[in-house]
């Protein structure tokens, strides 16, 4: 067989791998392969097939993969980069105080779901119907604030 076809079949099973890695650092190396692919089908001797591979590699892991991973992440939408998720999305919501909330604890409703409250100020008390604003959340206890 034929060495250029040893190199589509290293660039195809680099290929392949990196689906599953999703680094780009493989198809990077797979580029290499086929730019020694296409020394070997031009007739160049090992060495030279050897020496475009490393340097093909290297080249596009350093020149070609950042603007590559770059694209790739602007593409998720910059929406989606900025948007928070989990408990933190939750912090600077407005919140409904439905029990007392003092130094001992208390329980204010976020988004229909009732939560463990303690006030940010220690001497602050808020009654139920208050409004307050979500500071923090610690576990499942959020750390509220209402402005006097």
């Known amino acids: 067989m034929e060495p250029v076809f040893y190199w589509i079949i290293a660039a195809v099973i680099l290929g392949a791998i990196e689906l599953f890695t999703g680094t780009l650092v493989l198809a990077m190396v797979g580029v290499g392969a086929v730019l020694a692919g296409v020394g070997a089908a031009l007739g160049a001797p090992f060495w030279l097939q050897a020496v475009l591979f490393g340097t093909g590699s290297i080249a596009s892991i350093v020149g070609l993969r950042p603007f590559l991973k770059q694209a790739l992440e602007s593409d998720r939408g910059a929406d989606q980069a900025h948007r928070t998720f989990g408990t933190r999305a939750l912090e600077g919501a407005q919140a409904r105080v439905?029990?007392?909330?003092?130094?001992?604890?208390?329980?204010?409703?976020?988004?229909?779901?009732?939560?463990?409250?303690?006030?940010?100020?220690?001497?602050?008390?808020?009654?139920?119907?208050?409004?307050?604003?979500?500071?923090?959340?610690?576990?499942?206890?959020?750390?509220?604030?209402?402005?006097?």
């Open 98 to 148: 439905v029990e007392t909330v003092g130094t001992k604890g208390g329980l204010v409703e976020i988004e229909g779901a009732n939560w463990t409250a303690f006030p940010l100020e220690p001497d602050q008390s808020l009654e139920p119907g208050d409004t307050v604003t979500v500071v923090e959340i610690k576990g499942a206890t959020v750390i509220v604030w209402k402005q006097s």
